[in-house]
């Protein structure tokens, strides 16, 4: 019964010498079953005593992200620790190999990781100088090359060029700088060189004529790369091009167009691969020595964070903890082992059995198992139910993979997800492979498979081919007429009939079934949903809320919805045919009369027939019945509720008048610290009381607005709630209806044709690719830098037998 409720948890004091409190702390956390209460919630973070610690965990995994994001950069694979244990062996290992103990690690590699992020840092800074140097010379060869070519046009005769390089090296990548006077002294002339973008070519022409007012001329060459050097510029989306100026030669206009000339640089990246995995390995082991680093600190800033919970007196560490009630004896263990194996002073712990449970409220704790912890997991997403109630867990277990073959029944689709999970529950794939993470949840995979196909029976479809597997058809064809006669006393055994997807009226039918079957199981779990509601109050004793909440709640859903439901099994449990003169019902219609007619039908030819004998006076008490409960929800409670507080509000202020003078509670540095005399009752002198969540009393506007908030809820999310069920149908539909455009587009008609190549296509679809899709996960096919690890071909003759 541990799923259908929390396991029973027990209130403990524990007392810490500050020498131990990392070590005892450590080895509290490898029990992984004790929640801490936070003493602490009404201090700053930065007046915690472990405050600085937490910072520096918080620092050193920013270190680890900027180093994981340069490993992705470069395309270095990290393998993480498959669980815990796996982590505590490589940690113990690289606790070994540094022959240190573990508390002393965290500096250790606080500093490592230090270093490697300044040398990673510092490297890619280098190779990004390095890269742009190169860019920087391939530019000045191009420019000095086409430099020559203008000079040789422009003189047939031999030219001195002379750059000067000395007053600045070249720019940057983007516009680069080559100065040079022209050959004689006497001349004037200068150069300027370097390249840019296409886009820019015109602006920056435009901003050269604007600034030197047309006394520059500009010359543009398609920028040339050799095949070796291309690798350089791979990152490049546009083409680039030599810019040469030539213009008359003065301080002032040569200083405007060096500053236009000027631009920022664009780094770029070259592999340090190699560095990266030589830092990520660690001798004896299999994992990424930084996946290592990065649980570490993650463990150290847990156990800094739980000890940040506790009060903290002069030489001693106190809180409060919870543990469950099967694991007391293995905290009785672990406690002996650190006394006497780990040679530690302390720590003192004691079961406390009297305490305020409004102030302490209990956490809730579900053991799960590989088969139970997807479902728990699902409902935790939408909400963790209090200490002791009723855990929806244990009814998803079936529900919600039911519903997901409502949704996709398919007996072909279904058996391929069966199948595969199958492979999955006997097979365990290769972790970092493509289906490793499915392999957590191969039993939930596993039961959708199942109900897919077990729903794929009941509509008999098989990817839109209904299918003749329980007997003969319950209708005599004509295929002549097109017409179709039922026997008689025939009932077909399993699911619909075949022939109804023959039928010209095959969509409304199978429409209408499904919409059916989908309100009568939404409001069958929806009353599951409020019975658990009752099951809560019968056990906390909140008999004010199963008589004014339950009882009214299902009452109402069933007078209205289950009445629906009730409708639709009567019409379909009745054979209009055999009434003379009768016209069936429709079960909207009769819902809409009875809540805006009050159950009476319109007199005249298109009144319809009543499912039941006085039907109208059935509707009308009914739904009297349900307009009742609406106020009942509503007041009673909130009036109870209100007299409660009254009463203990008087209490309170007799109680205080008769013990007048008695001290407040004070916290524990106020109290010298006892190790005797504890175990029997909580000493809440040693607590803040104000630091632990109080149970408030409300008044009667607060009390009275949560009710009004809860009734419309329950009420709205009644017929809410019902209409949404109505997915299961739409997907259903959509499901069927795309299998069948699928079958008649592809298959169906190269059938018709005798077509061989659709009769191989079908074949492949529904009998080589379920099997070479299986092979391929038994082989777990895995790629290295050459592509596939193993030849493919291999595999395909296993997967074609």
Known sequence: MSLFRSQDVDLYEILIPKDNDWDIMNELGNINCLHFINLNKNEQPHHLRYFNQVKRCEESESMIKEIEDICAQYKVDLKTPADIDVFLQQANLYSLRQDKAAHLLFNDIENDLKDKSAFLKSQVYAIDNMITLFRTIVAKINILQYASQLFEQSDKSSLNLNSDFERDPMLTYGRQELRSPLMSEQSRIAYLGGVLKKSEQMSFKKLIFRATRGKALINFYELKISDTDKAIFQNEQEKMFVYLIMFDDGQYIRDKIYRICSSSQEPTKKSIKDYLIKINKMQGAEYSLLEIYKCFILKEKSIYIELNKLKFSEKILMGLLWCPTKFRQALDEKLDDIRNKRNLEGPQMHLIKDYDEKTFQRPTYFETNEFTWPFQEIVNTYGIPQYQEVNPAIFTLVSFPFLFGVMFGDVLHGTLLF????????????????????????????????????????????????????????????????????????????????????????????????????????????????????????????????TFEFLPQIILLWSLFGFMDLMIITKWLTNYDEIQGARPPSVITQMIVMCLNFGSQNEGPQRESELFNNQTIIMRILLFISLICVPLMLFVKPLYENNINQKRYQSHIRQIHEEEGEKHYTAINDEPISHEGRGKTLNQKSIDIGSIEKHKQHSFSDLFIHQLIETIEFVLGTISNTASYLRLWALSLAHSQLAKVFFDNTIKSGLQSNSFVAVTHFLLIVLVVPRIFCVLCFYNFSFDDDGFNGSILAYLKVALG
């Open 419 to 546: 199948v595969f999970s199958s492979y999955l529950c006997f097979y365990k794939p290769k972790e970092g492979s493509l289906i490793s993470e499915l392999y957590k949840i191969r039993y939930l995979l596993l039961l959708m498979g199942f109900f897919s196909s077990y729903c794929g029976f009941i509509y008999n479809d098989f990817t839109s081919i209904p299918l003749n597997l329980f007997g003969r058809s319950c209708y005599n064809n004509n295929h002549k007429t097109h017409q179709s006669e039922i026997k008689q006393d025939c009932i077909y055994q399993v699911g619909v009939d075949p022939t109804w997807y023959f039928a010209k009226n095959e969509l409304s039918f199978l429409n209408s079934l499904k919409m059916k079957i989908s309100v009568i199981l939404g409001v069958s779990q929806m009353s599951l949903g409020v019975f658990m509601k009752a099951f809560n109050s019968l056990k906390f004793k909140r008999y004010i809320d199963f």
